[in-house]
């Protein structure tokens, strides 16, 4: 995957990456140490919550907070945006309030990718205007283009021992895997590039980055 030189990664896919145990392998894939992450004050805050008891939606075990705690201290802290920015995100249906920062810190620094597993923001986000979307164009990673990259890097046996626990964290990838997590790797990958297909198609320019 090209790399920028740093990244903003959402609620939705710190916790989805948690239970997968992929955090750890983000900056071999993405080429991006951790004191050039972000992820929003509020990750950390429910991570703790789930110390004690996982929500059993955002955080279904231990673990996966956990490892959600661990991460977030070794990133930096995320620099806000510029209000004028900011401001074009909010009250767009699809877009909560802590995407719109990410996405507006994503314009102001056109050398930083976003990691999401947010599909409903992407959708908001490829319904507005031009400008907006030629500003992030292929800057956008979904969590799926992660998985992809585990797949060639470690084979389909080494994904499944990351993945099948939880797979059901992420409906794409539950379905990708299989109810019984057992696809054949061709089928695989077959289902990861139709996904993935489809999110390049929501907009011209692609707001999703190639992996």
């Known amino acids: 995957m090209p790399s920028g030189t740093s990244l903003l990664v959402d609620v939705d896919a710190m916790c989805k990456l948690a239970h997968w145990r992929m955090l750890e392998l983000l900056p071999a894939i993405t080429g991006i140490d951790p004191p050039a992450c972000s992820t929003l ?56 309030a802590g995407e719109a920062v990410m996405l507006a810190r994503l314009i102001e620094d056109p050398n930083t990718l976003f990691l999401t597993g947010d599909k409903r923001a992407l959708r908001a986000v490829a319904a507005m205007d031009d400008k907006v979307r030629a500003s992030i164009a292929e800057r956008v990673v979904p969590v799926e283009c992660i998985i992809k990259c585990v797949l060639d890097a470690f084979g389909i046996d080494e994904l499944r021992a990351r993945v099948c626990t939880w797979k059901d964290v992420d409906k794409a990838v539950a379905i990708v895997m299989g109810s019984r997590c057992d696809q054949a790797e061709a089928s695989v990958r077959e289902g990861l590039a139709s996904y993935l297909g489809e999110l390049y198609a929501l907009c011209r320019p692609s707001l999703i980055r190639a992996c």
């Open 41 to 96: 004050a509020s990750t950390k805050f429910r991570a703790l919550k789930a110390l004690d008891m996982p929500d059993g939606k955002v955080f279904r075990c231990v673990d996966a907070a956990k490892a959600v705690v661990s991460t977030v201290e070794t990133f930096r802290e995320l620099p806000q945006p510029d209000p004028a920015l900011l401001i074009q995100f909010q009250n767009i249906a699809g877009i909560d």
